[in-house]
């Protein structure tokens, strides 16, 4: 028995197949994915996704810090972050980006504090399905304990208002007045996006 | 020239709010996630190498274990294929693994459960799959653990899977079980899932033609990711 709201499981065109359908990633996510973090030594050279930049691309350097946090108010400490973005260029790794960026990063966040921090440059423009010039972002991956299926958002740039102004997916948000919680403000050095799952200053997820 | 992926069914996948399974009420949104076409960002992703891989990295029987020395509990052979939901293989996707030992005890410092660890076990392991979709790690069968959920909640055995495909959109973390587990049917994390159609998805089958004699029991485990979109009527920019 389906549930009726799914799509129908056949199609006339040939057999398709149910996507697997996503669990959490559980308190333990980082004996897997970040071992050496965890104390899990020996097994990989390193842990994947800790360095973004690996030579000397062209870009302006900067940081990204923040913390994910809960309905009551409290950051995760158990929370794995993954980003994935476009060289200053606005060109993707694997499609023509800048040697020396992998464009992707994983944190796993500081064990006591919870905040995730990522070195990387700042991501030119990309253009939408349409052409249309998107504004600087970069796109974020959120998994955890109690999350039943990764969150995706994006995070933009407080300083890039004329392109933020003119970008094809801010602009059509309905609910303008929760456009402020996906663009990350200069503080101390480093861009701050701090990610709220609930309740005031939700952040907005992206069903993608 | 890619088309974006096909939506995700929400209906089949768990919502995010799921007060049986508890640490789901504080850090589930409650706006609606808000829909938007795929472009580059979500449909390109890091791409990764078998020569990244470690001569053991998909053997948890020995990946830890010192030298001479191997893990104990029963073992097995994963098996299986990544596919797309039009049935098309997904080649060269990391796949990364974690899970207890045995004994259902995790190699993780805020993990308190009095079974022991094993010295030679640590629990994480990866492979990329070849060209055809194809994947295959050895490990220990992990054991059932409780957890402090409802008073006396249980996880079945089960081994975290994570997997990349091709396109940050695909991005997938799920849980692999094994058949005939009665547990399965009793656990909030499991019962998050609407149907029991799509748990079933997840429940490996004991593949005896797979098997070791003698050695090692196989399971087999497909994976199915979104799938790219086929239409050649979409207003794009050639070179997209």
Redesign the interface.
Known sequence: MGNPLSNPPSNPLGERFKESPSQTAGPYVHIGCTPNFLGIEGVYPEDLGTRMITGNPDGERITIKGRVIDGAGNALKDALIEVWQADAAGKFAGRGGAEGFAGWGRSPGDMTTGEFTFETVKPGRVPAPDGRPQAPHVTFWIVARGINLGLHTRMYFADEEAANAEDPILTRIEHQSRVPTLLAKKEGGAYRFDIHLQGENETIFFDI | MTN?FT??????????L?PL?K????????????????????E?????GHDML?A??NDLIT??AAPGEMAIGPRILVQGRV?????RPVPHCLL???QANAGGR??????GYLAPLDPNF?????CITDENGFYEFRTVKPGPYPWPNGPDDWRPAHI?V?VFGHG??Q?????MYFEGDPMIWQCP??G????????E??VARLDRAGSIPMDALCYRFD????GRRQTMF????EG?
């Open positions: 974006g939506a995700r069914d929400r209906a089949w996948h768990p919502p995010a799921t399974y640490t789901s009420v504080a850090r589930s949104p409650r706006f609606a996630p808000i829909g938007a076409a795929t472009s580059l960002s979500e390109t992703g890091p791409v990764f470690g053991k990295d990946n830890f596919r797309d939901e039009f049935g990364e693994v974690w995790y190699r993780h410092k805020k993990e640590g629990g994480c392991g990866r975290h994570s940050f959109a991005r997938l973390i799920t849980q994390i499991v998050t899932i609407p149907t029991r159609e799509a748990i998805t997840l994976i199915t990711l979104r979409e207003n794009r920019m997209m």
